[in-house]
């Protein structure tokens, strides 16, 4: 089973590598003994992350989720990054490829499919719903520091 590899840890930052997009197929996540996720990878463990998650998710032709879920404070956005599928939130369906996001609020009831031939990869990134605020829109500071490589 494929590894996230750590590139770099400090005290403000760290870097991992997840491996290339065509390789997730080779992550299985391990919900319990009966419930194995071929194709998906969550990295915010691996990345030290204090606010959200991520996973990065590969649909291989004709398969989907299996199942509806819901989460209980998590907001999450889906970004397709290749491939064509489908994405259904509380029934009602509709188109996904690449370049789609999708926001869904923490109880609608979600599942994703790919229906086409080619393989659908999405990165999700979940976060704590209803905590963003008008002030964290302008929170970035530009310094004056030239940047040197």
């Known amino acids: 089973m494929k590894q996230i590899k750590e590139i770099a840890n400090a005290q403000n930052f760290s870097a991992i590598n997840v491996g290339k997009l065509s390789e997730l197929n080779e992550y299985v996540l391990e919900l319990s003994p009966e419930i194995k996720i071929p194709g998906k990878v969550f990295g915010g463990t691996a990345l030290h992350t204090t606010g959200s998650d991520f996973s990065f998710q590969v649909f291989q032709p004709h398969t989907e989720t299996g199942f509806l879920h819901t989460h209980k404070n998590h907001e999450e956005l889906y970004f397709f990054l290749s491939g064509q599928g489908e994405f259904q939130v509380d029934g009602q369906c509709f188109p996904v490829t690449e370049g789609t996001v999708v926001r869904v609020a923490p109880q609608g009831e979600r599942s994703v499919r790919n229906n086409g031939s080619l393989p659908l990869v999405m990165l999700c990134v979940q976060y704590r719903g209803h905590t963003f605020t008008e002030t964290d829109k302008t ?10 490589w």
Do not use: S
């Open 139 to 148: 929170d970035a500071e530009i310094l004056n520091k030239t940047v040197t």
